[in-house]
């Protein structure tokens, strides 16, 4: 069965770096464009990236010159590498497989905070 299973987050001070990976299984990862999604308390859950099967990438603007969205398809792979952390970008982030229907991770919390 699909599986999407997300590491890296943590608390990291405003201005600081962290680096969430997404490893996949039960499907052919190199067929799917990926995502990246965050939802913060009280918030509906929001797209961050995408990265599709060729390498086409697409951000929010939030996101433009901050986050970074890659991939591995030898390892099943989508990382998304976060620079320039704010308080704002507070939120559990998920790894997603955009189809229908999508698949979403458990998620992983990142913290913002000083």
């Known amino acids: 069965q699909v599986q999407l299973v997300e590491s890296g987050g943590g608390l990291v001070q405003p201005g600081g770096s962290l680096r969430l990976s997404c490893v996949a299984s039960g499907f052919p990862f190199s067929s799917y464009t990926m995502a990246w999604f965050r939802q913060a308390p009280g918030k509906e859950r929001e797209l961050v990236a995408t990265?599709?099967?060729?390498?086409?990438?697409t951000y929010k603007d939030f996101a433009k010159g901050r986050f970074t969205i890659s991939r591995d398809n030898a390892r099943n792979t989508v990382s998304l590498q976060m620079n320039s952390l704010k308080p704002e970008d507070t939120a559990v982030y998920y790894c997603?497989?955009?189809?229908?229907?999508?698949?979403w991770g458990q998620g992983t919390q990142v913290t913002v905070s000083s």
């Open positions: 990265r599709g099967p060729a390498g086409t990438t």
């Open positions: 997603a497989r955009l189809s229908v229907p999508p698949y």
